[in-house]
C-alpha cells in the first residue's frame, strides 16, 4: 500500500485527499447486513462530496441532508426522474434531520412535501406557516455519555415533553410520522442507544394507544469507527439493536438510521507533505502543508485525533506537526512519535481522515486545502 500512495503523491502532488470507493461500498454493505431491517439515510454532513453521494446512491442508500443545499445536491441525482419518481424518492428517501430550518428554507422545501424533523413548539409553527406539506419526526433528547461528539446539549425534545409536542403537532393539522434520536457521534458507550430505543419505545408505544398513527423509528447516526483497537465493534453493537428493535416496538415500524462518519471515515487517506522543520524548546516541529483549517478541521470540530505514518524510517522522538498557515492556533499535533530524520518534501500519511475533514475545510489564509483524489470509482 505504501508503494501505491507514494506513487500517487508523486503523481498528483500534496495534500492528496485519496477517497476510496470500494470501501465506501463496503461500509454500505457492512452495515446494511448487519442491520438488515434498517434504511440507510447517509449523513451527508460528513462528507458531502458529490461523488460520494453517487456511490452511495447507485449503493441504493437514502440521504440525511442539514440544509437546501445539501438537499439539492440529492436531488440532483433525480432530476432525470419522471415526476412521479421524484415525488417517491424525496419522500421516501430524503431526511431533513436538522430540527431547526429557517423560513426561507422551509419555503423553498414545501414543493417537495419533505420529511423534517422538530423539537420544539416554535419550530412547530414554523413549519405549519411555511411547509404545512411536510412530515414530522419529533427529536428526543437521548443519554450521548462518552460519544466523541455529543448532540443531546443542543438537539431533541425533553422525554417528558414528547407527548405535548406530539398532541400539539396533530392539533395543528400536521402529520407526526415518528420519532428520531441521536446518540452522539463516535458513540462508543452501546448503553447510550438501548437507553435511547427504551425512551423512544416507552413514548411511540403511548402515542400509538393514543391512535396517532406512527411508523417511523429513526435511530440517528452515532456508529462507532474503529479508529484505534479499543473501539467495540459495530456488529456486536448491531447485534444489541436488532434484538432490542425487535422486542420493543411493533413489526410493522419503519426503522431508518443516519450513519455518516461510518460510511465514510475508512474509506479517506491524506499525505501530506513536510515543508519546514525546526528545533523550538527542544522539540522538533515540522511544519506540514496541510492543518487544522483544512483536512485536519475535525481536530476543532469532530474532536478528533490524528494519527501519522511516514514513509521514511528511522530513530522516532516526541514531534509537534503543525499546518501551514501564519495562526498560531495551527497545531495538528503537539505530540507524535516520528523518526526525527524526516526532512523537507518527505510525505506523511493520515488514515481514516473520511468524515467531518474535507467537509469544514477553509481557505484560511490563502491555502486550497487538499486536491481530491477518487480510486475505485
Ligand atoms: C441529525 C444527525 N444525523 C446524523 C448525523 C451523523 O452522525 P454520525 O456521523 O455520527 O453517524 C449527525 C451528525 O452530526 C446529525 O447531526
Known amino acids: 500500500m505504501k508503494e501505491k500512495l507514494l506513487k500517487l503523491a508523486k503523481k498528483h502532488g500534496t495534500p492528496l485527499f485519496i477517497i476510496d470507493h470500494d470501501k465506501i461500498r463496503e461500509n454500505f454493505r457492512i452495515f446494511s447486513k448487519n442491520l438488515p431491517n434498517v434504511q440507510v439515510y447517509y449523513a451527508v454532513k460528513a462528507n458531502s462530496n458529490q461523488e460520494i ?63 423534517v424533523t422538530y423539537d420544539n413548539v416554535d419550530e412547530l409553527k414554523k413549519i405549519k406557516e411555511y411547509c404545512p406539506t411536510a412530515g414530522l419526526v419529533l427529536r428526543l433528547k437521548v443519554p450521548d455519555t462518552g460519544s466523541q461528539v455529543e448532540m443531546s446539549s443542543k438537539f431533541g425534545a425533553e422525554p417528558g415533553e414528547a407527548a405535548d409536542l406530539i398532541q400539539q403537532a396533530f392539533g395543528l393539522g400536521l402529520n407526526v410520522e415518528g420519532l428520531s434520536f441521536h446518540v452522539g457521534s463516535q458513540c462508543t458507550n452501546f448503553d447510550n442507544y438501548t437507553s435511547a430505543l427504551h425512551i423512544t419505545s416507552d413514548i411511540f408505544n403511548h402515542s400509538r394507544k393514543k391512535g396517532y398513527k406512527m411508523n417511523i423509528i429513526d435511530i440517528g447516526g452515532g456508529f462507532p469507527v474503529p479508529y484505534d483497537n479499543m473501539v467495540p465493534r459495530f456488529e456486536k453493537l448491531a447485534k444489541v439493536i436488532d434484538s432490542e428493535c425487535k422486542r420493543l416496538f411493533p413489526d410493522d415500524i419503519e426503522l431508518i438510521a443516519e450513519p455518516g462518519r461510518f460510511m465514510v471515515a475508512t474509506a479517506a487517506i491524506l499525505i501530506s507533505e513536510v515543508i519546514g522543520k525546526a528545533r523550538r524548546d527542544g522539540k522538533i516541529f515540522y511544519h506540514i502543508n496541510d492543518g487544522v483549517y483544512h483536512t485536519f478541521s475535525g481536530i476543532v470540530y469532530d474532536h478528533w485525533t490524528p494519527n501519522f505514518q511516514t514513509f521514511k524510517r528511522g530513530k522516532k522522538e516526541v514531534c509537534a506537526v503543525v499546518g501551514p498557515t501564519c495562526d498560531s492556533f495551527d497545531k495538528v499535533s503537539v505530540s507524535e512519535h516520528l523518526p526525527g530524520n524526516l526532512e523537507i518534501g518527505d510525505y506523511l500519511y493520515t488514515k481514516n481522515i473520511g468524515a467531518y475533514s474535507t467537509a469544514s475545510t477553509t481557505k484560511f489564509n490563502g491555502f486550497d486545502g487538499a486536491k481530491i483524489l477518487h480510486i475505485n470509482k
Open 53 to 115: 453521494i453517487r456511490t452511495l446512491f447507485d449503493e441504493g442508500s437514502s440521504f440525511d441532508v442539514a440544509s437546501y443545499n445539501e438537499f439539492i445536491q440529492i436531488y440532483d441525482q433525480i432530476r432525470s426522474f419522471r415526476k412521479k419518481d421524484k415525488d417517491f424518492f424525496v419522500w421516501d428517501k430524503i431526511i431533513f434531520s436538522n430540527t431547526i430550518k429557517d423560513r426561507d428554507t422551509l419555503k423553498k422545501i414545501k414543493k417537495y412535501k419533505p420529511l
